[in-house]
């Protein structure tokens, strides 16, 4: 069973910057770790995803924000900078592995504002 355990979510204001991590365990067998992100009344949506020999970024966060893997510490890390208000929202970890099981974190909250 793949547990996803997602940290660093807080409040910060306009412009600022917030670094999330997931920590995944139970698997060896992950292709593609990222985040979603889902905020109040709008759907989820992506954020950005790794892996496969892909990076891939919604339009929203391009140029802003920055995933990386470490893969000996199985962690997926996320680098938010120039934080807008817009970015307020539960961000998600997510992992889909080679047999095509896709598995979600708990969430960690993220609010930009001043």
């Known amino acids: 069973q793949v547990h996803l355990a997602e940290s660093g979510g807080a409040l910060v204001p306009p412009g600022g910057s917030l670094k999330l991590s997931c920590v995944e365990s139970?698997?060896?067998?992950?292709?593609?770790m990222g985040w979603y992100r889902e905020a109040p009344g709008k759907q989820r949506e992506l954020v950005a995803t790794?892996?496969?020999?892909?990076?891939s970024y919604g339009d929203s966060v391009r140029g802003r924000f920055t995933i990386d893997r470490d893969w000996s510490k199985e962690t997926v890390y996320l680098q938010m900078n120039n934080l807008k208000p817009e970015d307020t929202a539960v961000y998600f970890c997510?992992?889909?592995?080679?047999?095509?099981?896709?598995?979600w974190g708990q969430g960690t909250q993220v609010t930009v504002s001043s």
């Open positions: 997510y992992a889909d592995t080679t047999s095509g099981s896709i598995y």
């Open positions: 790794m892996g496969g020999g892909r990076t």
């Open positions: 139970g698997s060896t067998e992950i292709l593609v």
